[in-house]
């Protein structure tokens, strides 16, 4: 081969290289690599068919060999299915939320995906946007079914996806208006009791709470709990609230909370920012956790490992609902969908209260005298 040469397959190959990598094996090349029709590939590789095992194998060895991979439009006519689910929150305001900067929502989505994946799904994350838009969006998306993050009541987008026809979960005990396939939650009248239960032992005697204003199960269940308890062992409620997809008004109603001439000596913070928030309005107000001021808020960050003092925090367990949403979606798309009248499958997960130094207040020190000397006469 002469040096000119040489230099010609130098050029052309890397082009070669990329159109064969552009290249794409479609059923009619594993049909005639294997030497069956395209009916027999699509048998074996969808497990359809009265095919022998070595013929399926066989197919299915060929198609690997030649990274061929199913069209999903071809998927779509074959199966009326898309392989898309969908994952939104609608609850926080009429602005786009971006949930994902949240530790609880961060952690449910990646668990969510995950277990998509594994049953051959992939997860679209869609903001709520505006009520106008939101519908408008999703339905330009061809979803299987979806999942709502903390529907409010009457929630005009999840109202329209069930009247579709699309399967709806609901991570969150949604209000009876809203007629769901299936919802996830957690018990959290007994987590809030657990852990005011435990700011009590701790020695707190009048507790706040920092709640949001939305009309989402998590933000009332807990904070009517929250009302219950303290009507049952007899203490003022405490009480500042606002809207929760606003971070700036998050450290306001901290500082609004322990300026109050009523001042808490122990505080809940239902939303991941909270406990920060608490700990910079404390030392605004000179105030030392846990000796003046016991904190607990409801987070998965582990950042609150590392604050000072740590933070006690009640851990909702997203992993855990992430997927089992997705299961339950998942199920009720692969078995045909809701059927009408027939209440929703619920599943109370539960939770766990990360004990840290914020919520232990240390026991009064005794001051022990040296034992005295024998005395002279």
Request: with cysteine; hydrophobic share 35%; charged share 20%.
């Amino acid at each position: 081969m002469t040096a000119a040469e040489k230099h010609q397959v130098s050029r052309s190959s890397p082009a070669q290289a990329g159109r064969r990598r552009q290249s794409r094996a479609g059923i009619r090349d594993v049909a005639a690599a294997a030497g069956v029709s395209i009916t027999t590939v699509s048998d074996a590789l969808n497990g359809k068919g009265r095919l022998p095992d070595t013929t399926r194998s066989h197919v299915r060895a060929v198609a690997e060999r030649l990274g061929y991979r199913p069209s999903a439009a071809a998927r779509t006519l074959r199966t009326g299915k898309s392989g898309l689910v969908g994952l939104t929150v609608t609850t926080y305001g009429e602005e786009p939320f971006t949930f994902t900067e949240f530790a609880y929502f961060a952690e449910m989505a990646r668990s969510a995906t995950s277990a998509a994946l594994a049953r051959g799904y992939a997860l679209v994350i869609l903001p709520a946007a505006s009520r106008h838009s939101a519908f408008d969006i999703w339905s330009n998306v061809a979803l299987d079914g979806t999942v709502v993050i903390d529907p409010s009541d009457h929630d005009p987008l999840v109202t329209e996806l069930v009247r579709s026809g699309i399967p709806v979960v609901s991570d969150g005990r949604p209000a009876d208006s809203l007629p769901v396939t299936a919802w996830v939650d957690n018990d959290h009248e007994a987590a809030v009791r657990g852990l005011l239960d435990h700011l009590a032992e701790s020695g707190a005697r009048r507790i706040g709470l920092l709640t949001g204003t939305s009309t989402d199960t998590y933000t009332r269940l807990s904070t009517s709990a929250y009302l219950d308890w303290c009507e049952r062992v007899g203490q003022e409620p405490v009480v500042e609230a606002y809207p929760a997809h606003d971070p700036a008004a998050g450290a306001v109603a901290a500082d609004r909370l322990l300026a109050r001439p009523d001042r808490p000596d122990a505080v809940y913070g239902l939303f991941d920012p909270n406990g920060t928030d608490l700990l910079a309005a404390a030392r605004r107000y000179g105030l030392r956790v846990p000796e003046d001021l016991l904190l607990v808020c409801c987070s998965e960050s582990s950042v609150y490992a590392g604050t000072e003092p740590p933070i006690t925090t009640l851990s909702l367990k997203p992993g855990r609902i992430g997927n089992t949403v997705i299961q339950l979606l998942i199920d009720a798309i692969e078995s045909g969908g809701p059927v009408s009248g027939t209440r929703p499958v619920e599943q109370v997960m539960p939770t766990d209260l990360i004990v840290r130094t914020s919520s232990r207040r240390r026991p009064p020190r005794t001051t022990v005298s040296a034992p005295r000397g024998p005395t002279s006469e």
